[in-house]
């Protein structure tokens, strides 16, 4: 978890985090915490993430939570583009929900698999969250 050194404004709030694990909001001691059941990294079976590759598939709803539909893509993107796949039993076939060309944070509908394919290089990270 990235610590932010200048602070954050808005809504008349200055929010600076010092060290871990608390940060300081609006001049009260708050505790940081994740707000994901479940986090992974999209990761390939030699662990490179550039020259182009397809990661190993990422389990949806990791917990068995029935409760939990919804996750969190972060796609980092340093160069080329990358798709999101998801397929809902083994022997469907991978389809393409979203093409991505820069970087972004967003929520997704969980499904029972995952995975990304990168033209060239990324990182590609997935969360669950209720």
């Known amino acids: 978890m990235e610590l932010h050194q200048e ?3 808005g809504s008349g709030c200055n929010i600076t985090y010092r060290s871990e694990p608390y940060g300081v909001c609006c001049g009260q001691k708050t505790l940081r915490t994740s707000m ?6 999209f990761t390939t079976s030699d662990n490179t993430f550039t020259g182009g590759y397809t990661s190993l598939e990422v389990l949806g709803n990791y917990n068995d939570d029935s409760k939990i539909g ?6 980092h993107i340093t160069t080329g583009t990358v798709d999101l796949q998801a397929k809902l039993t ?5 389809t393409t929900i979203k093409n991505y060309t820069s970087s972004a944070i967003e929520e997704v509908v969980i499904a029972p698999y995952f995975r990304v394919i990168a033209s060239d290089s990324a990182e590609c990270f997935y969360a669950e969250h209720s």
């Not at 083994?90 to 991978?94: G, T, V």
Request: a neutral charge; proline letters at 10%.
């Open 90 to 94: 083994e022997e469907a076939p991978w």
């Open 7 to 9: 602070p954050l404004t």
């Open 70 to 75: 919804r996750g969190v893509v972060q796609i």
């Open 36 to 41: 994901a059941n479940y986090a992974s990294k």
